[in-house]
C-alpha cells in the first residue's frame, strides 16, 4: 500500500523524465476519463448502456494502471496528486451532461485515442507493448461512439438536438488532443488531419453539423497538459480521492 | 532459443491447469494466457501470465491460483509477472477451451481473419448483425441449439470479453466470446 508522499509529479521516479511525463499525460487521460465513465453506474439510460460504459471505463483503467505504473505508483499518482499535478486533456475530465455528450466525449476521444495508440502500436518506444494491447480495446470503443453517434444525431429531432449541442459543446476541447507531447514519438499533424478526416464523416452521416467554432487558438480551451484544469475536475478529485486520503494506507 | 527444462514444463503444466476464475469450465492454458515458467533453481520459479484485456480484474485471482498450485507443488517462491506484448488475441483460445467454451453455452470467439471492428448496426430497439462481409466471415452459431440465426443484444455483456447475443431459432440469449 501507499504512504502520502507524493503530492507533485515524481519526477525522480525513473530514469527518463521525459517516458514519465509521456506515461502520466496518457495514464491521467485513461484514468480520468475512466472515472467519468464510472459515474454512469446506475444512471445509464438503458442496462445495456450500464453494462457498455462500464466495460469500457474498465478498459481504460487497466490502460491507466500501466501507464501510471510506468510514472511512478499507482495509487500514489492516482490517489495523492493535486489537481495542478494532473497532466490529463480537458476534454475528458468534462462532465458527463446527458447522454450526448458522454457519447460525444467518447467520440472525439477514441477516435483519436485509436490512431495515437495504432502509431504507438506500430513503432519500438517504450509504450508499443501497452498500445498494442489497447489499440484492440479502444478500436470497440471507438465503434461504440460511432454507432451511438449515428443513431442519436438521425434519431428524433429531440436526439438530433442533443447531440448538436453536445458536439458543439465539445468541439473547443478537441484542439489540445494534438498538442505534442514530450515523450510521445508521433506525427501529431498527421493524427490532428486524420482524425478531423474521421470525424468530419461521421458527423455528416450522423446529419450533424460539424461546428465551426475554432478547435485551437483563442476561445478555445486546453491547458491540461500543463496541469491546469475546468473547474468541474477539482470536484471529480475530490470524490476519486475521497476514500483513500480519509483512510491511508487502508487495504481489505 | 531457451530450452524448456523437464521441471519448467511441468511447472507450466500445472500454472496451466488452473482454472479460470470467471469461466471455470477453461483452464489457463486453454485460455492461452500463461506464457512461460522460469526456473531460477528449484525452488524459485517466474509465471509469465498475459491479460486478456488491459483492465481484466480476473488477473489478481489469476496470479493467487497460480501461486498456490506451484507452492503445494513444493516451489518456494513463486513470482507471477505480467507481460503485454504480444498482445493476447482470442486466437490463442486453443481448439478444446473453444469446445469447452461451447458446451458451457458460451459461443466461443471466431477465427479472425482481420484485426478490423466487427461492423453492427443499430435498429431502434437493438442491434442487429449485418449481413456477412470480408471482415465479418462467418455467424455466430448459437451454442444450444447450432442455428446460424442469432441477434446481437448487447454489444457488451457480463465481462469485458463477451458480447450478449440471442438466437432466433431457439430464443435462447447466450454470451458470445467476442473476437480480440
Avoid at chain 1, 499518482?77 to 457519447?103: C, K, M, S, W, Y
Avoid at chain 2, 509477472?81 to 458446451?103: H, M, S
Wanted: proline content about 7%.
Amino acid at each position: 500500500m501507499t504512504t502520502p508522499s507524493a503530492r507533485d509529479l515524481p519526477e525522480d521516479t525513473t530514469g527518463d523524465t521525459a517516458v514519465t511525463a509521456a506515461a502520466l499525460a496518457l495514464g491521467d487521460d485513461a484514468l480520468v476519463l475512466s472515472h467519468r465513465l464510472g459515474e454512469w453506474a446506475g444512471n445509464a439510460p438503458v442496462l445495456e448502456e450500464e453494462v457498455a460504459l462500464a466495460n469500457i471505463a474498465l478498459d481504460l483503467l487497466g490502460q491507466a494502471r500501466v501507464l501510471l505504473s510506468m510514472a511512478g505508483d499507482e495509487d500514489e499518482l492516482a490517489f495523492l496528486r493535486e489537481e495542478r499535478a494532473f497532466r490529463n486533456l480537458q476534454l475528458v475530465e468534462q462532465p458527463n451532461g446527458d447522454f450526448a455528450h458522454t457519447i460525444a466525449r467518447q467520440l472525439f476521444f477514441s477516435a483519436h485515442q485509436y490512431r495515437l495508440y495504432a502509431e504507438l502500436a506500430a513503432g519500438d518506444g517504450p509504450f508499443a507493448p501497452l498500445a498494442a494491447k489497447a489499440v484492440k480495446e479502444v478500436d470497440y470503443h471507438r465503434d461504440h461512439a460511432e454507432q451511438w453517434t449515428l443513431r442519436l444525431g438521425d434519431g428524433t429531432e429531440e436526439s438530433h438536438t442533443r447531440m448538436q449541442r453536445a458536439v458543439d459543446a465539445l468541439w473547443r476541447y478537441t484542439g489540445e488532443m494534438f498538442q505534442p507531447v514530450e515523450g510521445v514519438d508521433v506525427d501529431w499533424t498527421g493524427l490532428e488531419t486524420a482524425w478531423l478526416e474521421w470525424t468530419t464523416q461521421v458527423l455528416r452521416r450522423a446529419t450533424l453539423a460539424v461546428p465551426d467554432g475554432p478547435r485551437t487558438g483563442a476561445w478555445t480551451a486546453g491547458a491540461g497538459r500543463q496541469g491546469l484544469h475546468t473547474e468541474p475536475f477539482g470536484r471529480m478529485l475530490a470524490e476519486m480521492q475521497h476514500l483513500h486520503r480519509s483512510h491511508p494506507g487502508a487495504s481489505w | 532459443m531457451v530450452t524448456v527444462t523437464p521441471l519448467e514444463a511441468e511447472l507450466l503444466e500445472l500454472a496451466g491447469s488452473v482454472p479460470d476464475p470467471e469461466l471455470p469450465v477453461l483452464t489457463l492454458r486453454e485460455l492461452g494466457v500463461v506464457r512461460a515458467v522460469h526456473a531460477r533453481g528449484t525452488d524459485t520459479v517466474e509465471v509469465e501470465l498475459t491479460p486478456t484485456y488491459t483492465g481484466c480484474p480476473a488477473l489478481e485471482a489469476m496470479s493467487l491460483d497460480i501461486e498456490r498450485i506451484l507452492r503445494e507443488h513444493g516451489v518456494r517462491e513463486v513470482t507471477v509477472r505480467t507481460v503485454l506484448a504480444p498482445a493476447w488475441t482470442t486466437d490463442d483460445i486453443t481448439e478444446e477451451g473453444r469446445r469447452k467454451l461451447r458446451e458451457y453455452g458460451i459461443a466461443p470467439p471466431r477465427a479472425r481473419t482481420s484485426s478490423g471492428p466487427v461492423p453492427v448496426e443499430l435498429g431502434t430497439t437493438r442491434t442487429r448483425g449485418t449481413p456477412p462481409t470480408e471482415d465479418e466471415p462467418a455467424p455466430v452459431p448459437c451454442p444450444h441449439c447450432g442455428s446460424t440465426e442469432t441477434e446481437l443484444l448487447s454489444r457488451f455483456s457480463s465481462t469485458a470479453c463477451k458480447a450478449l447475443r440471442r438466437c432466433l431459432a431457439c430464443r435462447e440469449p447466450f454470451d458470445h466470446f467476442k473476437e480480440l
